[in-house]
C-alpha cells in the first residue's frame, strides 16, 4: 500500500519551507534514531525529493527512494559512506569535490544550515544530476547537534557546463523535477 505525505513536515518539505521544521533525534547507544517524518522510511519514501539522514560521523543512516534515484545507487547505509551517498560529487564548475567537503560536512562540523547550494550527483553510469541542496542540523533535546538531514532536489532553472541533456538523462535522474 502506498503512503501519501499527509503529515506537516511532509508538507513543508514539498513546499520548500524549511524554515518551520525542527529536525530532532535522539541518541541510543551512540547512533541517531531520527524523529518526525525521518523515523517513518514510507513517509520519507513518499516525497518525491531526495533525503538522507546522517549520524554526527558524517555516516549515512538512512535515505529514500528518490535519493537513491539520484545518486543511481543504493548506499551502503551505516557503515563508511560519509557526507553523501552519491558515486562521485562535483562543484557546479565540475572540478570533483571530495565527500568530506560537500555541503552536509558543513553542518556536521559546525551545527549551521546550507540553503540552496547547487552540487552535482555523479552516478556510476556517468549521468550527471545538479542537485539544489538543503542541509539541516538534527539536534536532540538538548538542542546538540547529533547528525544531520539532507533534502535535495533536480535543479532544472540552471544549466551547468557537462550535464547531460534532459533528453539522455533517464527520467530516474529527474528527481523532484518541477518542484519549488
Known amino acids: 500500500m502506498a503512503t ?19 529536525f530532532r533525534g535522539e541518541l541510543v547507544d551512540g547512533h541517531l ?14 516525497i518525491p525529493v531526495g533525503i538522507y539522514v546522517l549520524e554526527k560521523d558524517a555516516t549515512v543512516v538512512k535515505c529514500n527512494k528518490t535519493a537513491i534515484a539520484g545518486w543511481g545507487r543504493t548506499p551502503s547505509l551505516g557503515t563508511s559512506e560519509k557526507y553523501c551517498g552519491s558515486h562521485l560529487l562535483r562543484y557546479p564548475s565540475g572540478e570533483v569535490m571530495p565527500h568530506e567537503l560537500a555541503p552536509p560536512s558543513v553542518t556536521i562540523n559546525n551545527g549551521a544550515t546550507v540553503r540552496n547550494a547547487d552540487v552535482i550527483c555523479e552516478q556510476p553510469n556517468g549521468n550527471r544530476l545538479l542537485a539544489l541542496v538543503n542541509v539541516f542540523p538534527i539536534r536532540d533535546n538538548e538542542d546538540e547537534v547529533i547528525g544531520a538531514v539532507n533534502i535535495f532536489r533536480h535543479n532544472t532553472s540552471k544549466t551547468v557546463p557537462g550535464l547531460l541533456s534532459e533528453s539522455t538523462n533517464s527520467s530516474d535522474s529527474k528527481i523532484g523535477e518541477g518542484e519549488q
Open 33 to 46: 534514531v531520527a524523529k518526525g517524518i525521518l523515523a517513518d522510511q514510507a513517509a520519507m519514501d513518499s
Open 4 to 22: 501519501t505525505v499527509t503529515d506537516t513536515e511532509g508538507t513543508m518539505i514539498l513546499d520548500g519551507d524549511f524554515d518551520k521544521i525542527d
